[in-house]
């Protein structure tokens, strides 16, 4: 099959690579109908990860099941289904208690963009559409992959309530999320910190109440200022970095939580700031499937619009200008149809 591999920094090509199989009873083919690149692909790209030359790149993908093992019983050939990212029992005492992307028997996607992905748990982590779903619906569906459940897991970690007060720290495709889920949630007022005005723009529309341009010192001033020197009530970290880190526990008033969800690098916690104003941390990887059920209702149901973050797709064949275009901050996030 045709799939999406790196072999250095800022190096993507399509190769031709052996198609994947079913190799336990467990396992599915999934032949995609549409991937997408994810901000953490960009770390490899940008050579900040470890690179395998030749290895298949991409974890986002939905598409038809073209193949089962043979104990799976909840999907079968041709149902359309949502692939999560990362692929769990949904059975095992992590999974039971909502920790779905620590499962005893984790899996994960390898070969998002490509033609074919193979899906470790099947029974456990696809969840299938009711018939093939309007192709305006795919950018949605998509996202519910994993950057829809991943702001949303920000959101649920940091404790968003009716009512409150909320700061989103990152204007990506994760950051967005946080957004509509903060939104979605109640907040009363979500302030997303973003000074590329598309982007603005776009959390605006999912429900931003203000925009703060200023980062670091001047970002945490304007936010104290927005919310006359109190802070926020929860805030959503989606970036990973050092710098987005401290501006997340440096606008979190006295008692609240920060919930995490970029992927950290080279991040070192304020212990002392977090003790002193007793600020929690919570969050990591998103427990995709936990979360599937309720945003695949709100999608169907048209309560949220989360595929708007695409805002560039490119055929399988161009993928390599969809990683320029997103490590150039030109798109928000990159659609890849085979």
Known sequence: MRATTIHGTRDIRVSEVPDPTIEEPTDAIVKVVAGCVCGSDLWPYRGENPITEGATIGHECVGVVEEVGSAVTSVRPGDF?????????????????????ACANLGMTVSGQAEYARVTQADGSLVRTDARPDPALLPSLLTLSDVMPTGWHAAVSAGVRPGSTVVVVGDGAVGLCGVLAAATMGAERVIAMSRHEPRQALARAFGATDIVAERGKEG????????????????????????????????????????????????????????????????????????????????LSGAIDPGRVFDLTVPLSEVAEGYRAMDERRAVKVMVTP
């Open 81 to 101: 289904v949502i692939v999560p990212f990362c692929h769990c029992d949904n059975t095992c005492p992590h999974c039971l208690a909502g920790a779905q992307s």
């Open 220 to 299: 945490g001033a304007a936010v104290k200022e927005l919310t006359a020197g109190v802070g926020a009530d929860a805030v959503l970290e989606c970036v990973g970095t050092d710098a987005a880190v401290r501006t997340a526990f440096g606008v979190a008033r006295p008692g609240s939580t920060v919930g995490f969800v970029g992927v950290p690098h080279g991040v070192e916690l304020p212990v002392r700031t977090m003790f002193a104003k007793n600020v929690g941390l919570a969050g990591g990887m998103a427990p995709v499937r936990r979360y599937l059920p309720e945003l695949l209702d709100l999608v």
